[in-house]
């Protein structure tokens, strides 16, 4: 199943909560929406979806061939950040409710619940209410409730919260799964090193704009033009000697042995550190790619403040 949303504006009276957004997701990709609360994501979703409609521009669903796809909620299953299931009642109960929800035979999702279960550590528990579980525990059933009728589109809204760093693994375990069999992944998270191991491509939002999208690399190339080199020296010699090169865009100390550099992109880092080390003994100079999480701070925080001087 692929989605194609090309220039989709929608407006809630003197709010423009999605402006312009164009994006593509094909088939066996994970694709990860970015951004502060507020920034559009879910107003997006619930486009997705079919709860309100775009006030201009067009989402498209094909299947792997090309041919147009009336998206029905047998293809597709959304997992929201409020809990939706039944507290008094059992996780089994609670399963089969919406197993047979989705249209499901009995013969059908009780084997499925039960590997899900044996997935999560939660065999033994499968009669505990839901309000004796834990946040984390109930993020796992909440989870599992999404996944059982093997929609083709999985939508995922902070699939992460509650969950301890071993269920954050077996949750990526099953969404690399998911990309595996062809499904097609759309999911917003706010753990960022958790998102640049997992998505193929990504939409950075804020203010309903789309600032930075596509691959790891590309988001680097958007929002990081510069490169960055972490320098071992003698940070405060090194500061006085290489001011006046102009190739340095920013010279930032990090500590007394070690600051980091700013080049901007045309700059050959192989012919300039041999000149800089003619000034200043240079133990190691070595190029530093900006991680997800401080390319989201940094960009966010522009963002926003850029909004607020508007």
């Known amino acids: 199943m692929n989605i194609t949303i090309d220039t989709v504006t929608k407006r809630y009276k003197t709010v423009t909560a999605v402006d312009a957004i164009s994006l593509d997701v094909r088939s066996g990709q994970i694709y990860a929406l970015l951004g ?3 920034a559009g994501k879910s107003s997006l979703v619930r486009m997705l979806v079919g709860l309100t409609q775009p006030d201009s521009g067009r989402i498209q669903i094909t299947d792997l061939g090309g041919a147009d796809i009336q998206l029905r909620p047998q293809h597709f299953a959304y997992l929201p950040e409020d809990r939706g299931l039944y507290q008094d009642r059992s996780i089994l109960d609670n399963l089969s409710y919406v197993a047979r929800l989705r249209g499901l035979e009995q013969s059908v999702y009780l084997p499925r619940i ?7 550590d939660l065999t033994d528990r499968k009669q505990e209410p839901m309000r004796q579980l834990s946040k984390g525990n109930q993020q796992k059933v909440q989870l599992i409730s999404t996944l059982l009728h093997d929609p083709d589109l999985v939508i995922l809204d902070e699939p992460f919260s509650g969950l301890d760093p071993v269920n954050q693994e077996h949750v990526l375990k099953v969404l690399s799964d998911l990309k595996e069999q062809g499904k097609t992944v759309l999911l917003s998270a706010h753990q960022m ?16 704009k789309a600032l930075a999208q596509g691959s790891l690399e590309e988001i680097r ?4 033009p510069q490169r960055l080199y972490r320098v ?3 940070a ?4 006085s000697a290489w001011s006046d090169f102009s190739e340095i865009e920013r010279l930032h100390p990090i500590d007394k ?5 700013t080049l901007g992109a045309d700059v050959d880092a192989s012919m300039l550190w041999p000149r800089l080390a003619e000034r200043c003994a240079i133990e190691s100079f070595a190029l530093r790619k900006p991680g997800l999480h401080e ?4 960009t966010i925080g522009r963002s926003q403040a850029q909004g607020d001087a508007a």
């Not at 190339?221 to 990081?224: D, H, I, K, V």
């Not at 042995?257 to 550099?261: A, I, P």
């Open 114 to 120: 039960d590997k899900w279960l044996a997935h999560f």
């Open 236 to 239: 405060i010699a090194a500061q």
């Open 193 to 208: 090193a958790l998102v640049e191991r997992l998505a193929d491509k990504m939409l950075l939002m804020s203010h309903g």
């Open 221 to 224: 190339a958007t929002l990081q």
């Open 257 to 261: 042995n070690e600051l980091e550099l």
């Open 295 to 298: 390319l989201y701070l940094d």
């Open 36 to 38: 502060p609360n507020g």
């Open 232 to 234: 071992h020296c003698d």
